[in-house]
């Protein structure tokens, strides 16, 4: 069975400032995919950034990006120049490439203070 | 233009009572999945159908019944409702089921059993 496991329950960063949140995992999948989905207080599930195992380069969306690090089995996420609006439940999710679910995390909550 | 839609959004009940709840997406997928998020925060999946057939059923009671009526609905039917019922559910879609489509979550529906 695959595990997801997010161990900072909460985070705290200064706008502006860059902050980054742990995910480590464990799957014998060689083949699989990687997400960080942010949950905001509205509840809504949005995607924030996704990770192909079987590429070598980070993916970057905007002020987003990830470290991935297959041999470790990591993957973090980067937030740079952090604002208010990112302040959320953070969820890292792995799904194999011929899986039908994700499987998250238990989540980091993000704290952004003015 | 609601992407993945739920109803009803909040559901109050008593313990013993059967409900549902009803997701349509419009946006063509073939994969729908109900999704429960507990007190915890915690996002596990129950079911996933894939064009209408049923992919994945976690362990989960007998008492919680998915029917896909067609492609773009998936409704969750709960028999004899129990306190630890009371969540979050969350429908989701996604283009195919395999590993990297981005799933479409719908807002959720806060069910609270008393």
């Known amino acids: 069975a695959q595990t997801v496991t997010q161990s900072q329950p909460e985070m705290s960063v200064q706008e502006a400032e860059t902050v980054t949140l742990s995910c480590t995992y464990d799957?014998?999948?060689?083949?699989?995919?990687l997400f960080w989905y942010k949950q905001p207080p509205s509840r809504q599930m949005i995607l924030v950034i996704r990770q192909e195992a079987y590429k070598q380069q980070n993916a970057t969306e905007n002020r987003f990006s990830v470290n991935f690090q297959k041999a470790a089995k990591s993957f973090s996420l980067k937030i740079s120049d952090s604002q208010l609006g990112d302040a959320a439940m953070y969820f890292c999710a792995y799904n194999p490439n011929s899986g039908y679910a994700l499987n998250f995390g238990k989540g980091t909550s993000l704290l952004v203070t003015p | 233009d609601t992407a993945v839609s739920q109803t009803p959004k909040y559901l109050v009940t008593q313990m013993g009572n059967d409900k549902s709840i009803k997701c349509e997406q419009n946006l063509g997928h073939d994969t729908m999945y109900w999704y429960k998020q507990d007190s915890k925060k915690f996002l596990k999946i129950m079911f996933s159908y894939n064009n209408k057939e049923l992919i994945i059923n976690e362990t989960v009671p007998n008492r919680f019944s998915p029917k896909s009526p067609d492609k773009a609905h998936l409704n969750l039917h709960i028999n004899s409702l129990e306190l630890g019922d009371s969540a979050v559910y969350f429908c989701?879609?996604?283009?195919?089921?395999?590993?990297?489509?981005?799933?479409?979550f719908g807002p959720g529906t806060r069910l609270t059993v008393l």
């Open positions: 799957t014998s999948e060689s083949d699989y995919y």
């Open positions: 989701a879609s996604s283009p195919s089921g395999t590993g990297g489509n981005e799933q479409f």
